[in-house]
């Protein structure tokens, strides 16, 4: 195995050091994927891995925090946050918490017939990012990586494809961009608009992060400062999950051995 293939930031750590490289033909999956069924197990050859990380998922014993995150695509502080603390805790904490990511933030939205017509904050671009990212919500168990990719890069919109190709080959870019230009993304962003109108308090800025359905600015505060510390101090479990420091049972490790 190559160093740099072993990309540390993995949706499932435990398989993020599997060999692959060597029969990586007859694993058509990237690495967020190889767990996701037992035939993609089989084929990319980490079905042990994935094994363990089941019989750990099932070690839970509270409910998962429930993080969310009202933001808009174009936003820096929105993608300082979420490329930076919420997808990076989600990694290590997946276990025991659940990420829901409503893209609006600050836009308007007006009725146009049986229709809404949407303004952001930051143009035109920012309303498209958004509605990628809703339509990306809507069609695949992988939008979380997806929106990470697009986040993390220079051009939010312009990344679609290579991000869909890099996380999730099996998604088609076209069925996406159908969405975003038809009725389906317009009704998705109408009910995004509704859930950040329901706020309580009503969102006054974004990021705003609610947390098990609850903002106030010691959560906030908290969660911008360190996510991951707040998650972990939520979960009530007795003792901690190994990630937050407590007692470490993980045998997750799959070295590739020198031959
Ligand atoms: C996608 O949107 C449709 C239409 O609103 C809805 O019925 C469906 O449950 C959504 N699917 C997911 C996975 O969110």
Redesign the pocket.
């Known amino acids: 195995c190559s160093v740099e293939k072993m990309n540390v930031l993995l949706p499932l750590l435990v398989v993020g050091s599997a060999c692959l490289t060597a029969s990586s033909s007859s694993c058509p999956y990237p690495p967020g994927r190889w767990c996701s069924s037992m035939e993609s197990a089989v084929q990319c050859g980490v079905l042990k891995q994935c094994l363990e990380s089941d019989l750990f998922r099932s070690r839970r014993a509270a409910d998962p925090v429930q993080v969310s995150l009202y933001y808009e695509s174009l936003c820096p502080g929105c993608r300082y946050f979420l490329t930076m603390e919420l997808f990076p805790t989600w990694l290590l904490l997946h276990d025991y918490m659940s990420v829901t990511l409503v893209p609006f933030g600050n836009a308007q939205e007006k009725p146009d017939g049986q229709k809404f017509t949407f303004e952001c904050q930051h143009g035109e671009q920012e309303c498209l990012g958004n509605m990628m990212e809703t339509c990306l ?3 695949t168990d992988m939008a979380f990586p997806i929106i990470y990719c697009m986040e993390s890069s220079a051009d939010v919109t312009g990344s679609l494809e290579s991000c869909i190709k890099l996380k999730a080959p099996e998604l088609s870019t076209d069925k996406v961009m159908s969405c975003v230009k038809g009725d ?1 993304g317009n ?2 962003m109408h ?1 995004n608009a509704l859930k950040t109108k329901a706020l309580n308090p009503p969102h006054n800025y974004v990021p705003w992060v609610t947390i098990n359905g609850v903002h106030t600015e010691d959560l906030q505060t908290k969660a911008m400062n360190s996510l991951f510390t707040l998650v972990c101090d939520m979960y009530k479990q007795d003792p901690k999950p190994p990630e937050c420091g407590g007692p470490s049972q993980r045998h997750h490790r799959s070295y590739c051995h020198t031959q």
């Open positions: 919500l809507n069609m389906l009704q998705l009910q």
